[in-house]
């Protein structure tokens, strides 16, 4: 077998789902099931029994005029980032040329979608005033997400060998 024979073996080992390419696939079977989790556990009750009222209504203790806009951003959002990777993942098992793409711009959004949540909680007093802990480390978790996927969509030769439908 010469150079080339080789190298185009060891080529086609490196396609199909396999590799890191697994964890890819299971972080998006299971991102649609956390955030809907975080959706009906977090925000869905702000829109029922009457906490909608006391937050949104002018006059009211709670009242901050922020919290309509990020409450409906964050129920938009959400329903996005469940429907997103599902559709993600039609293409990404029938190896669409158009997955790694659709998967930077997931990642790449999701990290906005986060940072711009916390910069507009931030700005509602109430909230401001409480420790939070858990959305600085979700930042941070979601950047060293992009951080390390990204480049690989981008790099990958098992990427470049699997999507080309």
């Known amino acids: 077998m010469n150079e080339t024979d080789q190298a185009g073996t060891a ?3 490196l396609e199909g789902i396999g590799g890191w390419l697994i964890l890819v696939a299971i972080g998006l079977c299971v991102s649609p099931i956390k955030i809907g989790v975080g959706l009906v556990r977090d925000v869905l009750p702000a829109f029922s029994g009457g906490v909608w009222e006391k937050l949104t209504t ?13 409450l409906i951003m964050e ?7 469940i429907l997103f990777p599902l559709a993600i993942l039609f293409f990404f098992f029938t190896k669409k ?29 109430v909230v401001a005033s409480m ?16 951080a390390i ?6 790099k990958s030769k098992r990427v470049r060998n699997t999507f080309v439908k």
Do not use: H, Q
């Open 75 to 81: 129920m938009v959002g959400n329903i996005i980032f």
């Open 97 to 125: 040329r158009s997955t790694p793409l659709l998967v930077i711009i997931f990642l790449l959004s999701n990290l906005a979608f986060v940072v711009a949540d916390y910069v507009v909680a931030m700005r509602i007093p």
């Open 11 to 13: 080529e086609k080992k």
């Open 149 to 154: 996927w990204v480049p690989y969509f981008l």
């Open 58 to 70: 002018a006059g009211s203790p709670a009242y901050d005029p922020l919290w309509a806009p990020l």
């Open 131 to 146: 420790p939070d802990e858990s959305t600085p480390v979700e930042i941070i978790r979601v950047a060293i997400a992009c």
